[in-house]
C-alpha cells in the first residue's frame, strides 16, 4: 500500500529531475562542460595518435624519419597490410596464420583450465564443515596480488635447466624412485623438439601454460565463490529430499547458478589472456623461433627492435580489427547463453 | 504429515538441525584437507623460491639447490640492491622515485578528469552521447602495446630547447611516458567509473535538485563522497599499472637517471645477464612487496570495485 501510495510523487520528482538535466540549452552546456577536460587530453594524446597510427600505415614510416626536420615518409599504399598479412615481412620467424592460430588457441586452453580449476576449488573449499577454510581463501590471493611482469620473471627462472627450481625438484622426485638426477636437464622454455609428437606446440607453450594457470585460477575461485555463497541452502535440500545424489545437485543447482556469473568473467579473462604480454615476452622471448609469439609480443618487436613504425602501425591496425571481432563474437555468446537461461 | 502442517517460524530450527547433519565425515575431511594442502603447496612454492634465493650469499651466483634457508644465509643481496641493482649507476631508491612519480601521476590525473566524464555520461543528458561512449569502448579494447608506434614517433617531435636546461625530448623523459599511459588509462578510468556512479540510486540527487541544489553542488556534495570507494580503486588499479609500467618506459627512455623498476628488473633478468640470482629475487620482493601488501589487505574491496564497473558498464 505504502509502496503504490509513493509511485506517482517520485515519478513526478524524477520527471522534474530530469527535465532540470536534460531541458534546456543550459543543462547541456553543463554536461560538454564536465566532458571538456577529458577530452581535451584525450583528443591530443588518445584520438589523435591512433588517426595518426592510420596514416603511418600507409607510409614506410622507419628510423630515417624520426629526427626533426628529416624528409616525411614515402606513402606505400597498402603494402604493410599485404605483407604483415602474407608473411612477406623481412624479419625471421615471422607468418601470420601460425601467430593468430597460435595467439587463440593459447588464451582458448588457459581460460578452460583457468574456469574448471577456479570453479573446482572455490566449490571444494565451500563445502561445509571444511577446516581452515578462511585461511586457504586468504593464501590461494597470493598469485594475484604480485604483478605479472615479476611472476614472469620470476618463473622464466625457475625454468632454468641447470639450477631452475622445476628441475631441481623434479630430480629430487626422481631421485626417491632412483632415476638418474642428469636425466632433469630439461630446456623450458628453449627445447626445439616438441614434447608431443603429434601436436605441433614446443615445450615452451605446455611451461608458460603451468605459470599461467598458477597465475590464473585464483581470480576465477574468487569470482566462483561469491556466486556460491549466493546459492539458497535450501535449494540442495529440497533437492536431497527429493533424492537427488551429489554429481545431480552439481550439475543442476550450482552449475546453472554460477554460468551466468561465470560467463562474463571467462570473456574478460579470454581477453586479458590473449593479450597477455608478460609471460612470451619475458619467459620464451617468443621463441623457440617465434613459435610462442603473441600478437602483442610481435608489435612490439616490430616497433622495439625492428623500428619498422610503419609496418608496426599496419600490425596494429589488424590487430584492432581482430579484437573487435573477438568482442563481437564473446558479445553475441553471451547474449545467446543469456536467453537460454531465462527460457 | 505434521511438518507439512508445521507453521513458518519452526522452520529455522528444523534447517539448522538438517545442515549440522550434513557436515561431512573424518575421512572425507581429510581427503579434502590434502588436497587444500597439495594447492596451497603450488601457489606457495614460487614465492618460498624467490625468498631463499634472496638470502644466497653475493659470491654465489647461482642457487646450490633447494632449500628454504640456503647455506650461509645473508641479506646482503638486498643491501646491494638498494645501494646499486644494475650497472647502472642509480640505486633502488631512486629507481622507485622513478617508478612511483609515473604510478602516482598517471593514476590522480585519470582518475580527477574521469570522474567528471564519469558523471556526465552516467547522469547527463547530451548529443553525441553514444557516439563518444562507443568511441572509448573502442579505445579500450586495444591494449597499450598497439599503441606504442605513434605515441613513440609523436611524442619524439617535441623537441624543446630550454633556457637553464638545455635540449630536452617529451618522449625521453617520465612526463613522456606518464602521457602515454594515460592515453590508455583515462578511457579506463571513465568507463570504470561510470560503471560504478550507475549502480549508486538517483534518489539523493533528486532530493537535491528538489532543494535548488545546481548540477556542480550535487556532483561536488553529493556524488563525489558516494563514488569515493570506486575513485581509490580505480586509482589504486592505475597506480599499480605505472609501477610496473614496461613497455613505454623501454621504448621511450634511455638516460640512466630515468630508469625504473620494471626497467631495471628486465635488464637483471636478461638471457646473457651475469647478475646473481640472489640479487635478482632481492629486488623482485621488493618490487613486488608495496603493491601486493595493500592488495592481499585490501582485495576484497579492490575486487567488488572492479566487479561493479566490469558487469554494470
Redesign the interface.
Known sequence: MDAIARTPA?TS??G???R???GGGN??R???A??L???I??GI??????I??VW?SFTD?GLQN?R?GSAPPATVGIKNYVDVLTSALAIPNYFFVRLLAYNVWWAVSNVAIHLVLGVG?AV??N??????KRF?RS?????????????A??????YDP??G?IN??LA?AGKIIGLDTSAFRLDWLRQVEDPIAFIPLPLAFYAMLVTNT?LGW??NS??ATGALQSIP??LY?SAEMDGANGWQKFRNITLTFLRPAML?YAI?GFVITF?L??LAF?MS?GGPFGRTELL?TQ??R???EQRL?GV??AF?VI??FI??TI?LITNRLAKATRSYDQS | MSTVVTPAPSSRPLLAVRSTRSRIGLARQALLQAIAVFVLLTVLFPVVWVFSLSLDPLNRSRPQGLSIIPEGATFEAYSQVIAQPTNNPIGFVDLGLNSLKIALGTSLVSVAIGVSAAYAFSRLKFRLREMLMISILAVLMLPAVATLAPLFVLLNQFQLSLPLLGEFNVRNSLLGVAMAIISGLLPFAIWNLKGYLDTIPKELEEAAAVDGATTNQTFIKIVLPLAMPALAVTAFLGFIGGWTEFYFSWQFLTKAEDQTLAMALYSMQGQFASTPWSLFSAFAIMFALPPAVVYFFAQRYITSGLAIGGVKG
Do not use: C, H
Open positions: 517520485s520528482l524524477r522534474r529531475f530530469g532540470s538535466l536534460g543543462s547541456r553543463i554536461a560538454y564536465y566532458l577536460p577529458a577530452f587530453v584525450m594524446i588518445t584520438f589523435y595518435p591512433l595518426f597510427q603511418m614510416y624520426l626533426q576449488i571444494l573449499l563445502t561445509k564443515g571444511l577446516w581452515f586457504y593464501m590461494f590471493i597470493i598469485p594475484v596480488v604480485i604483478p605479472p611482469l615479476i611472476v620473471t620470476v618463473w622464466r627462472n625457475m641447470d639450477s627450481a631441481l625438484l629430487g598458477w585464483p581470480l574468487v569470482v541452502n535450501e535440500e562474463p574478460y593479450n604480454f608478460y619475458f622471448g602483442v608489435a612490439y616490430l616497433v622495439n613504425y608496426g602501425a596494429a590487430m584492432f579484437l573487435l568482442t
